[in-house]
């Protein structure tokens, strides 16, 4: 019941970074400030009071339109609101109020940021990447020394493996094969989730890459493959079943 309780307070929590999350979604790929000026209608140029800024609330009270113009306000911000939410939500809710249950969250909500921008933009902004990577290495902290060595270790794996992706696939193919936002965004992945979850990570990424862009684009030349997209997903995945994964993986090979 006690959890229960934390989850919704947790949840509520979510909601608000949510909402905050949908700022960075807009601006960080314009390299535009997350706090100046207020934000608008992009229509009419009004100012968005505070009345009209609660989370998810305001969206159905003004039945998804501006106050001013009456012009549409995408459904992207409550649906991302209610997303960050959940992950908020159910970490605290399962775990209590831990470490495991923080870091869960703060995960959670990096890689949805991640996962829309480069979807939408086809970029992985910094402020996601290297701001990660400091809250997964000082997450590591919280377990002494060797938290902080098993985060630092991870980290270097997923800018080593991801660089090396990158260096051999330009001199297989003559261009660039992975974008730099990819390489940094492995590094923070790394440090959250240690160097056996890279590699999950990496292998699940391109698992889902192959499965859902490759049929959705036969046919179609040079596009662009928002790679963070499914990296998100992937690192996601191996949050969540990578410890199953790996225990399976070495009874299998113990199994031989």
Not at 23 to 51: F, N, T
Not at 75 to 88: D, K, N, S
Not at 133 to 150: A, K, N, Q, R, W
Not at 211 to 233: E, W
Request: contains cysteine; positive net charge; charged residues 15%.
């Amino acid at each position: 019941m006690a959890n229960a309780f934390l989850g919704v307070v947790a949840g509520v929590f979510g909601l608000m970074f949510g909402s905050f999350l949908n700022v960075c979604i807009v601006r960080l790929p314009a390299d535009e400030s997350l706090v100046r000026p207020r934000s608008k209608c992009p229509k009419c140029g009004h100012a968005v009071g505070w009345r009209d800024n609660i989370p998810v609330v305001s969206w159905i009270l003004l039945r998804g339109k501006c106050r001013h113009c009456g012009d549409a306000i995408s459904l992207q911000y409550p649906v991302v609101e209610v997303l960050v939410g959940l992950v908020w939500a159910a970490p605290f809710w399962h775990y209590g109020l831990t470490d495991t249950a923080l870091k869960a969250a703060l995960f959670g909500t990096i890689l949805l940021g991640i996962g829309i921008t480069d979807a939408r933009h086809y970029i992985i902004p910094d402020e996601y990447t290297w701001g990660g990577l400091v809250i997964g290495l000082l997450l590591g902290f919280l377990h002494g020394l060797s938290g902080f060595l098993t985060a630092l270790g991870g980290a270097a794996t997923g800018f080593g493996l991801l660089l090396f992706v990158a260096w051999a696939g330009k001199k297989a193919f003559g261009k660039e094969a992975m974008g730099g936002g990819d390489i940094k965004m492995m590094a923070m992945v790394g440090a959250f989730v240690g160097w056996e979850g890279v590699l999950l990570t990496i292998f699940g990424g391109a698992l889902l890459g192959t499965l859902i862009f490759v049929p959705l684009n036969l046919g179609k030349k040079d596009r662009l493959v928002p790679f963070g997209v499914f990296l998100a997903g992937a690192a996601g995945l191996t949050l969540i079943f990578g410890d199953a994964i790996v225990d399976w993986y070495v009874r299998y090979i113990h199994g031989l």
